[in-house]
């Protein structure tokens, strides 16, 4: 085995290795996308007294109610209004920050990998050509 060969080995394992990790990702994406429900942007009112949210869902015929954090009290740094996004189906339950913000780290990181996966593999066709 000389150089080359060793070169397209080394290529080939990674181009085989990218591809599975890119599958995994992708499957622990759609998990983790499936899990985490369905999340819906509002405007949230604090209240005056600053201890609690409220917001209207459905044209303002229902409305959600937390209570705040100390953590998401000093987030909110004396507003009394913010876009919020809250959980259906879970009264209560909301967040500050979009939710799949992560699930979509999960598919970059994906793409990247398949992205990798392609190059090695076009780059060890170059290698291999006589």
Same mark, same amino acid.
């Given at each position: !085995?000389?150089?080359?060969? !060793? $070169? /397209?080995?080394?290529? +080939?394992?990674?181009?085989?290795?990218?591809?599975?990790?890119?599958?995994?990702?992708?499957?622990?994406?759609?998990?983790?996308?499936? %899990?985490?429900?369905?999340?819906?942007? %509002?405007?949230?009112?604090?209240?005056?007294?600053?201890?609690?949210? =409220?917001? $209207?869902?459905?044209?303002? +015929?229902?409305?959600?109610?937390?209570?705040? /954090? =100390?953590?998401? =009290?000093?987030?909110?740094?004396? =507003?009394? +209004?913010?876009?919020?996004?809250?959980?259906?189906?879970?009264?209560?339950?909301?967040? $500050? +920050?979009?939710?799949?913000?992560?699930?979509?780290?999960?598919?970059? %990181?994906?793409?990247?990998?398949?992205?990798?996966?392609?190059?090695? /593999?076009?780059?060890?066709? $170059?290698? !291999?050509?006589?």
């Amino acid at each position: !085995m000389d150089g080359n060969d !060793m $070169f /397209s080995l080394a290529l +080939e394992l990674a181009s085989w290795f990218a591809f599975g990790a890119c599958v995994v990702v992708a499957v622990i994406a759609v998990i983790v996308h499936v %899990t985490s429900g369905t999340w819906r942007s %509002t405007n949230g009112v604090v209240d005056d007294d600053g201890a609690a949210i =409220r917001w $209207f869902i459905d044209g303002g +015929e229902h409305s959600g109610h937390a209570e705040l /954090s =100390r953590e998401q =009290r000093d987030w909110l740094n004396g =507003r009394t +209004e913010v876009e919020i996004f809250y959980r259906d189906g879970r009264p209560g339950t909301f967040r $500050f +920050e979009h939710p799949h913000s992560h699930v979509r780290v999960l598919w970059y %990181t994906a793409l990247g990998l398949l992205v990798l996966g392609v190059a090695a /593999s076009v780059a060890q066709l $170059f290698v !291999m050509a006589p």
